[in-house]
């Protein structure tokens, strides 16, 4: 059973930074591209950030600079560091793993007050 779970989301204040960590199980880890994805209320879940099996990483253009996602095969976990957060950062956050078929985690909670 594929099992995505994410941690780490939380209330932080605007300019404050967060780490989110999502541990996989019952996948071969290593040979996934593995994302974050993020749904604010009212809109469409968007790609924030996503890293291959080889660490090819690529971003979305409004976290560029801010966020760094990384991925420890070891620990079949991805992680995504957030930083210089922002109101319009707040969302619910999704971990992904993507092959022939794609999982999803049940989200964390990110909130960015004002």
């Known amino acids: 059973q594929v099992q995505l779970v994410e941690s780490g989301g939380g209330l932080v204040q605007a300019g404050g930074s967060l780490r989110l960590s999502c541990a996989a199980s019952?996948?071969?880890?290593?040979?996934?591209?593995m994302g974050w994805y993020r749904q604010a209320p009212g809109k469409q879940r968007e790609l924030v950030a996503r890293?291959?099996?080889?660490?090819?990483?690529n971003y979305a253009a409004s976290v560029k600079g801010r966020f760094t996602i990384s991925r420890d095969n070891a620990k079949n976990t991805v992680y995504l560091q957030m930083s210089s957060l922002k109101a319009e950062d707040t969302a619910v956050y999704y971990c992904?793993?993507?092959?022939?078929?794609?999982?999803w985690g049940q989200g964390t909670q990110v909130t960015v007050s004002s």
């Open positions: 019952g996948i071969s880890f290593s040979i996934y591209t």
């Open positions: 890293i291959t099996s080889g660490g090819t990483t």
């Open positions: 992904a793993a993507f092959a022939t078929y794609t999982y």
